[in-house]
């Protein structure tokens, strides 16, 4: 009695050795189940990873704007009241400043949660945002950047950090957009 057996949710590789399972039944055969796990998750990650990477970024969204919804909960409150007061020309108050950043946040965060209908507009909005974001290493050059050096102050690296969450969007919007070129091709790829 063996106690390494073939586990069936793997389909025959027909003797092809050309085939992307050739091997794996044999690798299944002589692997205990412990040494397949992270197999297993690498695939499950790699199946779901664009609804992984956008509902991610989607909750830190929502965190962030929900944060904004309570004074002084967010540590980058005053910044962005700061940078935003600058874009309006301060004809805008502060409190309707911050509530809509909040609003803004948190909508984009849903809509790329959710996806579906409002991922579009939530990539949209998402871009036109960090456009706002960036902007105050421009706008409020003495608190982003360190005085006579051109190291970003603790405000300015929590901007900065920001282009980890452009590239992740930047992938999802390329996959979103291509889905309806993929769909319409004529020969029926994709």
Not at 93 to 117: D, F, H, K, Q, W
């Amino acid at each position: 009695m063996s106690s390494h057996t073939v586990e069936p949710s793997l389909p025959p590789t027909s003797g092809n050795p050309e085939s992307p399972l050739a091997g794996t039944q044999l690798e299944r055969t002589a692997r205990p189940p412990a040494a397949r796990f992270p197999r297993r998750l690498a695939e499950l990650v790699d199946t779901h990873a664009l609804t992984l990477l956008r509902a991610t970024v989607g909750i830190v969204f929502v965190g962030f704007g929900v944060l904004k919804l309570f004074p002084s909960a967010s540590p980058a409150e005053q910044l962005a009241v700061d940078a935003a007061t600058k874009m309006t020309l301060g004809l805008v108050p502060e409190t309707v400043l911050l509530l809509s950043l909040a609003a803004l946040e948190t909508a984009i965060g849903i809509g790329l949660i959710t996806g579906r209908r409002l991922l579009r507009p939530a990539l949209v909005a998402f871009f036109l945002h960090m456009g706002g974001v960036f902007s105050t290493l421009f706008l409020l050059p003495d608190a982003m950047w360190q005085p006579h050096s051109p190291a970003p102050t603790m405000e300015g690296q929590y901007v900065v950090k920001n282009v980890v969450l452009v590239a992740v969007c930047l992938v999802v919007a390329a996959h979103e957009w291509s889905r309806e070129h993929r769909s319409r091709r004529p020969d029926g790829v994709g």
